[in-house]
């Protein structure tokens, strides 16, 4: 079995939602750490074997898959998460903006309101980002309104133009 079958069975084997509720608890309390402790110290690229890896983030091998899932984004250069296993070498060489952003995206306000992240990005930069992301959400329509001008360049309203 996969680290990343690993994973899935673990989320799958919550049967009750006392359970998952238990589990993901627990799961969001160590995410939250290990990331506390990437941005404690930047200058620290972690590498090694997915088992050290996990070992130094004091997780469970197939639990870390999970962490690699949710980071794996925002690493400069992404992992084949599906051939991952313990012996895998691996670096977790993080791009902070695009960490940033994706826990924004996440909604993982634990996780983007660590005090860590001032030594990390500006409070300015911070909030460009959110401002990025924000923005990024908004729903854009090219749709052409009955009266605004047609956009074949004739001159007249759509309604009366191609819209007719």
């Not at 899932?69 to 296993?85: C, Q, R, Y």
């Not at 500006?122 to 959110?130: A, D, L, Y």
């Amino acid at each position: 079995m996969t680290l990343m079958e690993q994973w899935a069975a673990l989320v799958e084997n919550q049967k009750t939602k006392t359970a998952a509720e238990a589990f993901w608890k627990e799961y969001y309390a160590m995410e939250k750490d290990n990331y506390a402790k990437i941005l404690e110290d930047t200058s620290w690229v972690p590498a090694g074997t997915v088992k050290d890896l996990a070992e130094k983030f004091n997780m469970e091998p197939g639990i870390f898959a999970g962490f690699l899932d949710g980071i794996n984004t925002s690493l400069k250069k992404e992992l084949d998460l599906e051939a991952l296993t313990e012996e895998s070498e691996i670096t977790l060489d993080i791009d902070f903006e695009k960490l940033y952003y994706n826990m924004l995206d996440a909604k993982a306000d634990w996780l983007y309101n660590l005090p860590q992240w001032d030594n990390v990005l500006t409070q300015e930069r911070r909030k460009e980002i959110t401002k990025e992301y924000r923005s990024s959400k908004i729903a854009v329509s090219n749709k052409v309104g009955r009266n605004e001008p047609c956009p074949c360049g004739s001159g007249k309203k759509y309604k009366k133009c191609c819209g007719a």
